[in-house]
């Protein structure tokens, strides 16, 4: 395993506290949730599918069509997403 040194905030740094043991899953949870959205992002411009979006963020496109409508976006199905799935 890799050693990578950060620098946080005090505000953080305190909250990390209660969390030691669990800083790995914690990152990878922030890290997931960060591709998701710079992802939707992403097909929010119209520059890729959703199909797209969601192999970017490393989650199923079910998820990603779930994680599009929580956060606002009506999800449809166009012609580049199937012909993508389907490929």
Known sequence: MEEI????????SKDLE????????LLALGLRQ??????LALFREGGISLWRAARI???????MTQYAVSQGLRATCD?????????
């Open 5 to 12: 040194l950060i620098q946080v905030p005090n505000k953080i």
């Open 18 to 25: 209660a969390y030691k043991g669990n800083l790995v899953e």
């Open 34 to 39: 960060v591709k998701m959205q710079q992802s």
């Open 57 to 63: 963020a490393g989650v199923s496109l079910r998820e």
């Open 79 to 87: 012609d580049q997403t199937l012909e993508e799935e389907l490929s």
